[in-house]
């Protein structure tokens, strides 16, 4: 505890001495720390490295600091280059302007290829969360040499915390290489996982698309992954579906409600004549999640007349689901909407001969009677 308190102790000395004081004084101190036995000591100093760094200025750090900052980022504990990891951004953008290239080149960027096939999933997830901003550090043509690789790696790691850190982070790479580039290399990497054999791969993507059409624009994603977006609507796998209908109202708030009128929700409700009954209920699931950001006017135009029409449908399951979506878009309707199309579809399906579209019709019509007694 004594050499953990001393690290500490010795980053706030250091911010009062001069250059030559801390190089005789307090530098052996922090040489010893850095590869200290205990491992929480070397943690210690891996978590104040940019502290340590700001303390003895650039002219140490360059001469010293460098070489156990790389020596952090090869330790033997996780935890330890985890830390150090988290801080590769920050200390190479504090560099002075003149000698960045020069000392991350052959120092850092060595150490941070290792830290991409980390066995630690804690290890690359730090990694992963500030390795994009290395791009504006070292320049578009150094980016596409050195980084994009080791971007597609971790872009295609098995844990969904290093990809989500990735793709959160894909618009400080777009600003130094452009969108051009960024989707000649990483999209493809993209679309392969998202049509990937095993559907917790495919499921990941879909989780993280909302965050990756936000960082790339409506004009990109419409011509590269809209398609996509929609393909998973119909995918083999419920998981697949049920998440890419969530997918789409998380769209619609990025994009806005004119895009979905124009782009999704006419592609969506012409699966309600698909052959599929899976892919006819999968408009319904689709209704429910548009409709908590759609308005009244565009549910009653576009999505009640497609409803009722799959209340006629042949499938049970359908004509039950039916009677739920109504009942889940009840409240946003108004009584005229209500009294005319929704109530008389559901008092039909009342008469169902399944008991469970009797049972959900039933329910939607008790909710049905409340919204109008009350209006």
């Known amino acids: 505890s004594v050499r953990l308190l001393a690290v500490e102790a010795g980053i706030t000395i250091a911010g009062l001495l001069t250059e030559?004081?801390?190089?005789?004084?307090?530098?052996?101190?922090?040489?010893?720390?850095?590869?200290?036995?205990?491992?929480?000591?070397?943690?210690?100093?891996?978590?104040?490295?940019?502290?340590?760094?700001?303390?003895?200025?650039?002219?140490?750090?360059?001469?010293?600091?460098?070489?156990?900052?790389?020596?952090?980022?090869?330790?033997?504990e996780a935890e330890v280059r985890a830390s150090a990891a988290n801080k590769i951004k920050e200390f190479c953008t504090n560099l002075p302007a003149d000698i960045q290239e020069g000392v991350i080149m052959p120092n850092i960027l060595p150490a941070v290829k290792e830290l991409v096939c980390d066995t630690n999933q804690h290890v690359k997830a730090a990694l992963a969360s500030v390795i994009m901003g290395l791009s504006p550090i070292m320049g578009k043509d150094n980016t596409i040499q050195h980084l994009l690789p080791l971007f597609l790696i971790l872009l295609k790691d098995e844990h969904s915390d290093v990809r989500l850190n990735i793709i959160s982070n894909l618009d400080s790479v777009n600003k130094v290489i452009g969108i051009h580039q960024l989707s000649q290399s990483l999209l493809p990497a993209i679309v392969e996982l998202a049509e990937d054999p095993k559907w917790r791969v495919r499921l990941a993507?879909?989780?993280?698309?909302?965050?990756?059409?936000?960082?790339?624009?409506v004009e990109f994603f419409d011509e590269k992954l809209n398609s996509l977006c929609m393909s998973w609507l119909v995918d083999g796998v419920f998981a697949i579906r049920s998440a890419a209908t969530s997918n789409l109202k998380r769209l619609v708030s990025i994009f806005g409600l004119e895009w979905a009128q124009n782009t999704i929700i006419t592609k969506v409700l012409s699966m309600a004549?698909?052959?599929?009954?899976?892919?006819?209920?999968?408009?319904?699931?689709?209704?429910?999640?548009?409709?908590?950001?759609?308005?009244?006017?565009?549910?009653?135009?576009?999505?009640?007349?497609?409803?009722?029409?799959?209340?006629?449908?042949?499938?049970?399951?359908?004509?039950?689901?039916?009677?739920?979506?109504?009942?889940?878009?009840?409240?946003?309707?108004?009584?005229?909407?209500?009294?005319?199309?929704?109530?008389p579809c559901l008092t039909k399906l009342n008469d169902d001969e399944d008991s469970d579209v009797k049972f959900f019709a039933n329910e939607a019509l008790d909710l049905c009677s409340e919204r109008l007694s009350a209006a």
């Open 205 to 217: 993507i879909i989780e993280h698309m909302p965050l990756l059409a936000e960082q790339l624009g």
């Open 20 to 76: 030559s004081d801390i190089e005789a004084l307090l530098l052996p101190m922090f040489r010893s720390a850095a590869s200290d036995k205990s491992w929480r000591v070397r943690y210690m100093i891996a978590d104040k490295f940019i502290d340590l760094q700001k303390a003895v200025g650039p002219t140490i750090t360059r001469n010293h600091l460098v070489f156990h900052f790389s020596g952090l980022l090869k330790d033997v």
């Open 273 to 343: 004549r698909d052959p599929n009954y899976l892919h006819r209920m999968t408009t319904l699931f689709a209704i429910n999640v548009l409709a908590e950001v759609c308005p009244p006017d565009v549910i009653t135009k576009f999505m009640v007349p497609v409803i009722s029409n799959l209340a006629g449908d042949a499938v049970p399951n359908v004509r039950f689901n039916v009677a739920k979506t109504m009942k889940k878009i009840t409240p946003s309707l108004d009584s005229q909407t209500i009294e005319f199309q929704i109530k």
